[in-house]
């Protein structure tokens, strides 16, 4: 790689690359590594089953939500400056969420660490960014940054893999992990990166505060509609609410002489596709780690460990296509390698539908019917998540770095979040239908499905259901559960879908990195 404007040759810049990639895979892998353990973290602990989904979700929405200050953060007090703290402060808090006690204070206190995990994230990533920009000249930044989003997006898929080993010692590793990886990152990149400068600029903290609310009440609405109903007065008043504070956001931004985030990037069409292809490539691909961990665990019956081959059929799909993609992009733009990866992608989740209801077969081998369409599904997002992420950024001609890149980002965490809070309302929602029927034709009572419900729902397990026809009940928890997921798996056909279309009306032309 050439030498960059900023003084740092060669290797230093390689060196720092790799720190960066190292410190931001913590990131991805924490948005799905808790999936695959969620039934023995909630059973250690005692947790309730809208505990352990917050666990999941409220570090991706805290993500979403704090991106933008993270980004202003990072152009304001230096990139490197920042995400050192942001290292820092993501190894203090995966302590924290291994430490959480068992008992009464056991569900705050995991939700409330993984709130701040998400929010060290969103500080660490575009000040990452920033500094690979810096770092590298125009004709080395592409491949650069092509590498940072393929492994970094990869390492999304290893998270539960690597759950899955982890949480056969002690579930608490699965983030005491992060604590000498944060360690090595602060040595690499506190070695290897150039300082950037200081800006004399206030933080628009009134923004900061309407877009969390925003963002996190969208999302909890969302979640709480297969509890409460979505005609609910609790849940319409979060959706309506949290819309109306996003838009006093946008509304605040362009009144504003300093705004947190300059909203004029969305002027570049093709930056404004490319993040929603983020967003919508995020709907399926955050999801799908939690509910296919379900799906083998309770349909399957799988252990987490074997569940976790699942993931591994996903991830070499992922970086396969990755490779593909990003070759591509080089040399014909994002274009078309968003329209290839929405047909793959939704190909692959369409199939995937089709086939969870099939449960006669060696779930542990493999190669079995389902090792394909799974493939094919990450193949889909891997073959256009790097391009489109890369393409994003390079557009930030005349704009903050971290600006762009926290906007682009935060859509994509919000998509995340924002999909599995309505696809687990959708599988609930058809689980119950499922199972009270089932459960009535034995002579049970729509209170034992629902309450077979909660166990599925919490994320897997058969402890505490009902004890008559115990075999039975299994039977149609298995069978009822791989009906309702077909849903979730349909529905991220429809996202990948999308993309397709955002294709179409993507600008021909790629923009250069400046």
């Known amino acids: ?13 390689v060196r720092a690359l790799a720190g960066l990639i190292l410190a931001v895979s913590m990131t991805t892998i924490d948005q799905t590594i808790v999936a695959l353990s969620a039934p023995t973290i909630q059973s250690r602990l005692g947790l309730s089953n809208g505990g ?60 409330a660490a993984r709130a701040l995990q998400g929010i060290s994230g969103a500080i660490m990533f575009p000040a990452a960014i920033g500094i690979v920009v810096q770092t590298f000249s125009r004709e080395g930044r592409g491949k650069a940054m092509a590498l940072f989003f393929a492994v970094t997006g990869a390492m999304t898929a290893i998270g ?19 604590v000498p990886i944060a360690l090595a990152a602060l040595v690499v990149v506190a070695l ?8 004399d600029e206030r933080i628009d903290w009134v923004a900061a505060g309407l877009v969390a609310l925003g963002m996190g009440l969208v999302v909890f609405g969302l979640q709480q509609a297969s509890g409460w109903g979505w005609t609910s007065a609790g849940v319409l008043a979060a959706l309506v609410g949290g819309a109306a504070f996003l838009v006093a956001f946008a509304v605040h931004e362009r009144r504003t002489h300093e705004p947190l985030v300059n909203l004029r990037a969305f002027r570049d069409r093709g930056f404004t596709l490319a993040t929603l292809g983020s967003l919508f490539a995020s709907v399926a691909f955050v999801p799908v780690f939690f509910f296919l961990s379900v799906y083998g665990q309770v349909s399957l019956g799988l252990s987490a ?15 396969v296509a990755s490779r593909f993609g990003s070759s591509m992009f080089d040399r014909v733009g994002a274009r078309p390698v968003l329209a290839i990866g929405g047909v793959l992608g939704a190909a692959g989740f369409g199939w995937l539908a089709t086939a969870v209801t099939d449960l006669d077969f060696d779930a542990e081998a493999f190669f079995n019917r389902q090792t394909w369409p799974i493939a094919l599904a990450g193949a889909g997002i891997g073959f256009m998540l790097s391009a489109v992420s890369t393409d994003a950024v390079n557009r930030a ?69 009902p004890a008559a026809v115990r075999d039975q009940i299994m039977l149609a928890v298995r069978t009822d559960y791989a009906s309702a997921v077909q849903w979730a798996f349909a529905g991220m056909a429809v996202a990948m879908a999308v993309l397709v279309v955002l294709a179409a009306l993507y600008p021909r032309d790629r923009r250069q990195t400046a």
């Open 1 to 13: 790689m050439t030498a960059l404007s900023s003084g740092t040759t060669g290797k230093t810049g």
């Open 52 to 111: 352990i989904q917050w666990a999941v979700n409220v570090y991706l929405l805290a993500t979403a939500a704090f991106f933008l200050l993270g980004g202003r953060l990072a152009d304001v007090f230096g990139h490197k400056r920042m995400v050192l703290v942001g290292i820092a402060a993501f190894g203090v808090t995966s302590l924290l969420c291994g430490l959480a006690p068992a008992g009464g204070y056991a569900e705050a206190w995991l939700v």
């Open 160 to 178: 539960p893999i690597a759950g899955g080993y982890l949480t056969a010692w002690t579930w608490r590793s699965i983030f005491w992990v992060n």
């Open 192 to 199: 290897s990166a150039a300082p950037s400068p200081r800006r």
């Open 305 to 319: 460990t074997m569940t976790g081959l699942l993931f591994l059929k996903l991830f070499l799909g992922f970086v």
């Open 397 to 465: 001609i005349g704009a903050s770095y971290g600006e762009v890149t926290a906007l682009s980002q935060s859509m994509r965490n919000f998509g995340g979040a924002f999909g599995l809070a309505v696809l687990t309302t959708l599988v609930t929602g058809r689980l119950t239908t499922g199972l009270t029927t089932s459960f009535e034709a034995m002579g049970g009572t729509a209170e034992d499905a629902r309450k077979a419900v909660d166990l599925v729902t919490g994320a897997g397990g058969d402890s505490g259901a």
